[in-house]
C-alpha cells in the first residue's frame, strides 16, 4: 500500500525567503509518481510540480522544485523567493503508474508567509 | 490548461434529503473521474473512481448506496448523496483524468462545500 508523510503541519517563513515542505512516501511499486498541489482558502487544488520515479532530473516550474531522492524515499518541495501568496496549504501525492491511477495524498503542511 | 467545473458551489440541505453534485470536464475528454471528500483541516480522501460508462470503484469504508456515482458520458460524472445526514458535510472535490495530453497530469474541480442540516 502506498504511503505519503508530511511531518511539518505548520510553517512561518519571512516573505523572500526560500522554504522546504517535506516530504516522504513508501511504495513497493518500482514505477509511481510524486506530486505536490496547493490548496489556497478557497478550496481548490492547484497543480505545482511532478516528479516521475525514473526521472534522471529534479523537476522544477517557475520557483518550485523537487528535491527528489529516490533512496530516501522522499520528495521535498522547495519554494524560492516566497511570496505573501504563496500562503496556503501544500499537498505531496503519490500515484501509482499502472495502477488506477488514483493520487494517494499525505496530510498537509499550513504555510503562512509573513511580511 | 483543462477546465473542470464543479456545480453546485456550495448546497446547503436538510437530513434525510438528496443532494447531487455535478463534475464536468469543460474543454477534454474525461475517460476517468475521481471523487474526493475533505474534511476541515485533514487530507483528501479519495471515495471513488469512476470510468465513463461502467460502475464505479469504491474504496474501502465507502457506501456504494449512499454515494451513488454516476459516470454517463465523457464530459460528466455526478455525486448523489442520498438521505444526507450531518456526518457527510463536508467539501467534495472532482478530479478529471483525459485520454490525451500530459501523461501525469490529473486536473481537479474547485469543489463543492455542502452543510446538512
Known amino acids: 500500500a502506498q504511503k505519503i508523510t508530511q511531518t511539518q503541519p505548520g510553517m512561518f517563513v519571512q516573505e523572500k525567503e526560500a522554504v522546504t515542505l517535506d516530504c516522504t512516501y513508501d511504495t513497493s511499486d518500482p514505477s509511481y509518481g510524486l506530486f505536490w498541489y496547493k490548496q489556497p482558502s478557497s478550496g481548490e487544488m492547484i497543480f505545482l510540480i511532478y516528479q516521475g520515479s525514473y526521472d534522471q532530473q529534479n523537476a522544477t516550474e517557475g520557483r518550485y522544485s523537487l528535491n527528489f531522492q529516490k533512496a530516501r524515499k522522499s520528495a521535498n518541495l522547495v519554494i524560492s523567493a516566497s511570496q505573501l501568496g504563496d500562503s496556503a496549504m501544500y499537498f505531496c501525492a503519490m500515484r501509482e503508474e499502472f495502477g488506477n491511477e488514483k493520487l494517494t495524498f499525505g496530510t498537509g503542511t499550513r504555510l503562512t508567509i509573513i511580511p | 490548461g483543462a477546465v473542470v467545473s464543479q456545480h453546485p458551489s456550495r448546497v446547503i440541505c436538510k437530513s434525510g434529503t438528496s443532494v447531487k453534485i455535478e463534475c464536468r470536464s469543460l474543454d477534454f475528454q474525461a475517460t476517468t473521474m475521481f471523487w474526493y471528500r475533505q474534511f476541515p483541516k485533514q487530507s483528501l480522501m479519495l471515495m471513488a473512481t469512476?470510468?465513463?460508462?461502467?460502475?464505479?470503484?469504491?474504496e474501502q469504508g465507502v457506501e456504494k448506496d449512499k454515494f451513488l456515482i454516476n459516470h454517463a458520458s465523457l464530459t460528466l460524472s455526478t455525486l448523489t448523496v442520498t438521505s444526507a445526514h450531518p456526518e457527510d458535510s463536508s467539501f467534495y472535490i472532482c478530479?478529471?483524468?483525459?485520454?490525451?495530453?500530459?501523461?501525469?497530469?490529473?486536473?481537479f474541480g474547485p469543489g463543492t462545500r455542502l452543510t446538512v442540516t
Open positions: 469512476s470510468n465513463e460508462g461502467s460502475k464505479a470503484t469504491y
Open positions: 478530479s478529471a483524468r483525459g485520454s490525451s495530453g500530459v501523461s501525469y497530469e490529473q486536473y
